[in-house]
């Protein structure tokens, strides 16, 4: 099985600020990883699939990049909406793994 | 618009079962592979089973193999996840997802909650 581990487990910041999350796997899932956001007591949502594309309907301040083992999530200027817990995924090999998520807060 | 509902969730004994549904509206279903992710209290996101388009071929996380069975009836748009010898541990919120292409989980419905407790 391939693991997932996401850094920092919490990130505190401003709006305005940029936000750098991070994604590492235990071994190579090339580029089929994604990056999901939930608000409390919602679904997850798609925002980043096959490392560096943004889902329908995402706003270009989310942008995701890396291969093979390192991976990150990028939100150029925080939005007041985008206070909430990120997830990784990969679909590299079966089981499909989740990271154990990085919560973004308001400082 | 897609829309999936979940539903069949509730408080089961340890040992005992559970059939979740999900009714999938506004794409068609039988194109798309559908999967189930849990999530417990407070904790993070846990893939659980995901199955084809056609329902021939399915897989499951190491943790419900043998327990859980994923399948789906695409004359009625409806996914489901029969649980047997359910226990503490599976106490969750079980969301399905449509999968895209390629396969991430692209719409999610808003999830069931399951308690497993005596």
């Known amino acids: 099985e391939i693991v997932l581990t996401q850094s920092p487990a919490t990130l505190s910041l401003s709006p305005g600020e940029r936000a750098t999350l991070s994604c590492g796997a235990s071994?190579?899932?090339?580029?089929?990883l994604a990056w999901y956001q939930q608000k409390p007591g919602q679904a997850p949502r798609l925002l980043i699939y096959?490392?560096?594309n943004r889902a329908t309907g995402i706003p270009a301040r989310f942008s995701g990049s890396g291969s093979g083992t390192d991976f990150t999530l990028t939100i150029s200027s925080l939005e007041p909406e985008d206070f909430a817990v990120y997830y990784c995924?990969?679909?590299?090999?079966?089981?499909?793994?989740f990271g154990q998520g990085t919560k973004v807060e308001i400082k | 618009e897609v829309q999936l509902l979940e539903s069949g969730g509730g408080l089961v004994q340890p040992g005992g079962s559970l059939r979740l549904s999900c009714a999938a509206s506004?794409?068609?279903?039988?194109?798309?592979?559908m999967t189930w992710v849990r999530q417990a209290p407070g904790k993070g996101l846990e893939w659980v089973s995901a199955?084809?388009?056609?329902?021939?071929?399915?897989d499951y996380a190491d943790s419900v193999k043998g327990r859980f069975t994923i399948s789906r009836d695409n004359s009625k748009n409806t996914l489901y996840l029969q649980m047997n010898s359910l226990r503490a541990e599976d106490t969750a919120i079980y969301y399905c997802?449509?999968?895209?292409?390629?396969?991430?989980?692209?719409?999610w419905g808003q999830g069931t909650l399951v308690t497993v407790s005596s």
């Open positions: 096959d490392a560096s």
């Open positions: 995924q990969q679909r590299s090999n079966w089981p499909w793994t």
């Open positions: 997802a449509k999968c895209s292409s390629p396969q991430y989980f692209d719409s």
């Open positions: 071994q190579s899932v090339s580029s089929y």
């Open positions: 199955i084809s388009g056609s329902g021939s071929s399915a």
């Open positions: 506004g794409f068609t279903f039988s194109n798309y592979a």
